[in-house]
């Protein structure tokens, strides 16, 4: 079975600094590997997706992910956080078979503080 | 484009009662995805269709049930209304399984 695991509930950084949300997963054959983000009261926001190709995917916002076959992770990463960028973040991942649904980690939530 | 529209927005529900939920996808797009969101419990899977088949189906008990219409549209029912059902039920949609999936705003439900 497939799964994803964000480590972390809640991420603290300051405005203007790197930051990281980390996301490991489990998958039997190739991954489809997506972050999303989502703002109070609203459904999720896609920000970038891994499918093949190039290891770090850049996406909206100013964010990129990194993937990491030999440890199965996927962390998200931007290098210099807004205030704006506060919100819960989700990392997802689905086999390539089609016969498995989206499977989505419990959520960090990001505070960026200035 | 308009993007996946969810209605109603808010519900309000008794006990024992059932409720329907729907969703519009983005135009073109034919598969559709249903989830559940709880503080608790995180985003849990309901449903997937894919040109009006269910392809998926998540652990959820048979009072929750899906539906998807020749024009992609889909609907969600749950019967029997819990306490536990309280929750924002979210849409979303893809043209196919490599391609991210767009939400809606979701259904706020909660039951009294």
């Known amino acids: 079975a497939q799964s994803v695991a964000q480590p972390e509930d809640q991420v603290n950084v300051a405005e203007g600094n790197p930051l990281t949300v980390k996301c490991t997963y489990s998958?039997?054959?190739?991954?489809?590997l997506f972050w999303y983000v989502q703002y109070p009261n609203r459904g999720l926001q896609f920000l970038l997706k891994?499918?093949?190709?190039?290891?770090l995917v850049k996406g909206s916002y100013g964010f990129e992910a990194e993937f990491n076959k030999s440890q199965t992770s996927f962390h998200l990463k931007k290098p210099s956080a807004l205030v704006s960028d506060s919100a819960l973040y989700f990392c997802?991942?689905?086999?390539?078979?089609?016969?498995?649904?989206?499977?989505f980690g419990k959520g960090t939530r990001l505070s960026v503080i200035a | 484009k308009a993007g996946v529209t969810q209605t109603p927005r808010y519900l309000i529900k008794t006990r024992g009662q059932q409720v329907t939920l729907s969703c519009s996808p983005i135009?073109?797009?034919?598969?559709v995805s249903w989830y559940q969101q709880t503080p608790g419990q995180g985003l849990q899977f309901l449903f997937e269709?894919?040109?009006?088949?269910?392809?998926n189906k998540g652990n959820f008990p048979g009072r929750f049930s899906g539906r998807q219409f020749s024009n992609s549209r889909s609907e969600m029912n749950v019967s029997t209304l819990e306490l536990g059902d309280s929750a924002l039920y979210l849409c979303?949609?893809?043209?196919?399984?490599?391609?991210?999936?767009?939400f809606g705003d979701g259904t706020r439900l909660s039951i009294l």
């Open positions: 269709y894919f040109s009006e088949t269910q392809r």
């Open positions: 997802a991942v689905r086999d390539n078979s089609g016969n498995t649904p989206l499977v």
């Open positions: 979303a949609s893809s043209s196919f399984e490599g391609q991210p999936q767009h």
């Open positions: 135009s073109g797009h034919r598969s």
């Open positions: 998958v039997s054959g190739n991954p489809y």
């Open positions: 891994y499918i093949t190709g190039d290891n």
